[in-house]
Nanobody, 124 residues
């Protein structure tokens, strides 16, 4: 059974940091493009960061560039999202996802496997 399980969300003050983890089981992340998405209340899900399987290129949405870092540990079959200098507008449910496409766009429709989500709240 293909499964993605996120952890690491929580409440953090503006300017703080969190690291989200996503453990994969039932499949090997080496063979998938991976990504992180988020959905704030009342808003559509948006792509935060993705790694292409085709060439390893990394996408970050403009609002998180320089603050967020996506990575993966193939030995642990786990992906991460390091989030620094967090802002209140980063508050959302964060989802990890995997795609069978070699170079997916940062759109939900290009990713077929999803975690259950973890809530990140940035507030003082």
């Amino acid at each position: 059974e293909v499964q993605l399980v996120e952890s690491g969300g929580g409440l953090v003050q503006p300017g703080g940091s969190l690291r989200l983890s996503c453990d994969a089981s039932g499949f090997n992340l080496d063979y998938f493009a991976i990504g992180w998405f988020r959905q704030a209340p009342g808003k559509e899900r948006e792509g935060v960061s993705c790694i292409s399987r085709a060439d390893g290129s990394i996408y970050y949405r403009d609002s998180v560039k320089g603050r967020f870092t996506i990575s993966s540990d193939n030995a642990k079959n786990t992906m991460y999202l390091q989030m620094d200098s967090l802002k209140p507008e980063d508050t959302a449910v964060y989802y990890c996802a995997a795609s069978t496409l070699a170079n997916p766009l940062p759109n939900s429709s290009d990713f077929g496997s999803w975690g259950q989500g973890t809530l990140v709240t940035v507030s003082s």
